[in-house]
């Protein structure tokens, strides 16, 4: 079963514009992390953030996450067509003595030229 | 290898086949992970391996799934008499020494299809 729950399932914006992409989840956790996925391929790690961090910066990214309400966003400014892909957020943590990362049902971002 | 690697690519097994799934993970890391994946869903938990160690198999299907890593490194995914349910696309992930604040590394996955 998964853990995250992804808003939107589906997302299309025109190049140029930010694309945000929202996950909650239900348990305590270690992190939280986002991968993206091209179609046919594997998943690529994106961004981490530890539950002790509230806002995190890499290149074009933002993610920020909130354990109050247990949730956490993902930015993408300025998006481009390369970014078309599917994001999927996961959280991790140590469940009696072994890592688990539980992903999210992922949003497909389509960005149009 | 820069990466990790699966084989095969492509795998398509009539049903009450048996099939073995590859993972070659980075050299070094300790973890390994396999996921499934349905089609248009996220990566659903299988198991997970720390060295040659199962220390978390409470993803597995059914007792017709079975995984092994017998030296740390390499490991195999066996499905036994293949049903069509199984068909999905399996994942292989390793993680370096760092712990659960280290990030995964995926494959490209072996699709299974089973007609």
């Known amino acids: 079963s998964q853990q995250g729950e992804e808003d939107p399932q589906a997302l299309s914006i025109q190049e140029g514009e930010n694309a945000t992409m929202n996950c909650s989840y239900k348990t305590s956790i270690n992190n939280l992390q986002w991968y993206r996925q091209n179609s046919g391929r594997g998943l690529v790690h994106l961004i981490l953030i530890r539950s002790n961090e509230r806002e995190k910066h890499s290149g074009r990214l933002r993610v920020t996450l909130d354990t109050s309400k247990k949730s956490s966003s993902l930015l993408i400014t300025a998006s481009r067509a390369a970014d078309t892909a599917s994001y999927f957020c996961?959280?991790?943590?140590?469940?009696?003595?072994?890592?688990?990362?539980?992903f999210g049902q992922g949003t497909r971002l389509t960005i149009n030229p | 290898g820069a990466g990790v690697s699966q084989s095969p690519r492509y795998k398509v097994a009539k049903r009450g086949q048996d099939v073995a799934l590859r993972c070659d993970p980075i050299s070094g890391h300790v973890s390994l992970f396999w996921y499934q994946q349905a089609l248009g869903q996220g990566p659903e938990f299988l198991t997970y391996f720390q060295n040659e160690a199962q220390l978390d198999k409470s993803g597995l299907p059914s007792d017709r799934f079975f995984a092994e890593r017998p030296e740390g490194s390499v490991s195999t995914l066996k499905i036994q008499r293949t049903q069509q349910e199984d068909s999905a696309v399996y994942l292989c992930a390793s993680s370096s020494p760092r712990g659960i604040n280290s990030p995964l590394h995926f494959g490209n996955g072996t699709r299974l299809t089973v007609t």
């Open positions: 996961a959280t991790g943590a140590i469940i009696q003595g072994a890592q688990k990362l539980v």
